[in-house]
Structure formats: C-alpha cells, structure tokens
C-alpha cells in the first residue's frame, strides 16, 4: 500500500477456526499498522533503526496475538486456533521482511533467489547487488517464528537490507508451500521472467 507495507496470512490449516483466526489478524493488523508508515519513513530516512522498526513490529504482533486469542474465546470457536503472517516493508530503498507461524518470503534479484525466512547475511550477499549493502544492515535475527494466536509470547523472525533496483520480494502461505517445495519455489522463481509470471506459475503448480 501507500505506506509501503505488504502481508499475506493465512489461518492454521489444522484448525476448523483457521479462517477465522485470518480474518481476526487480518482486521488487527490493518487497524496496529496504522503509525506504521511513519516509523518505517524515519527508518529508511536514518533518523531512526531497524532496532526500533523490529521493537515496534514485536509490539504490533504481540497484540493481533492477543487480540486472536481472546476473539476466538469468545466465540467459542475453537482451542489452538492460530494465523501465520510474513510481512514486507519497503520505502525508499529500505527493506525488511518478518515472519510469525510457517509463512514464507523470497527476494528475487536478477535471478537469484534468497529464502528470507531465517536467511543469514552471507545469504543475502549470495543475491548479488544486496550484498552491497547487506553488511551495512546485517540480518537480526529475532527468534523462532511463531503463529499468531498461541499462548505463548509470540517470536518473530525478521532480517533487514537494502532493497536494490529490480529486486522482488515474493510472500507464499503456508497453504502453497504445503504443495510445492522450498527448492521448487526457488526454481520456479529463477526461470520466471518476472515476478508477476513467478507468483502465477506457482499457484499453478500449487
């Protein structure tokens, strides 16, 4: 959107109240990110941190957790219920990608292929022109993904760097990477002549 913010989600596929614990994280995360854009503009400006980014990220995740939880309580729609959410933030140049649950996200540049979740910095310099500027905003990691919803404090797992021309970022659902495999995916994405063709050939094959 015009802030520069980009999700997909997708409810526990074991659960009968999967699709309400989407649409639940769905609402919460379009009403949480609402000050988003403004810290990411101080971020991608260098007035501010991916430190701070990643803290108020953990904050907005902590509540749509919260906010699952309690719903799907109320309704009685079930116990477990959980959402996987990855989510891509992008303004001027500045990247980063974080997940929660068993989403995914790739970076695609002339190419090659990067699996963000839980990529290393020597992954992401693997990717060409971002390793310029990879080591100066290293992968962070946060911690051991974990679905919204849970009982337990959600985890995130989050890397940042500088986007470069032409780059791609590409977020798949649990739902797809059930059907095809991580290293189809990357395949798929290398031989697509864009990202647009990428996304549809995987659906298809999916």
Known sequence: ??????????????????????????????EETNGLGDVLEAVACKES???????????VFERCSKRVRTEIEEQGAGEGAS??????????????????GHTRAYLVHKRRVVRLCRATKDELNQAGGVGRTAAALPALRMGKPQALGQDDPVELDGVSFQAGAGDALVLVTPGVIGQVRGEEIKDLLQKAADAHEAVYTILETA
Do not use: C, N
């Not at 699709?19 to 769905?26: E, F, G, K, R, V």
């Not at 941190?49 to 904050?59: C, D, F, G, Y």
């Open 49 to 59: 941190t991916w430190q701070v980014l990643k803290s108020h990220l953990h904050e």
């Open 83 to 100: 959402a996987s959410v990855s989510m891509a933030l992008v303004r001027d140049g500045f990247a980063a990608v974080v997940h929660a």
């Open 1 to 30: 959107d015009a802030r520069g913010v980009y999700a997909v989600i997708s409810g526990d596929l074991e659960s009968g109240a999967g699709p309400l614990a989407a649409q639940i994280t769905s609402e919460a995360l379009r």
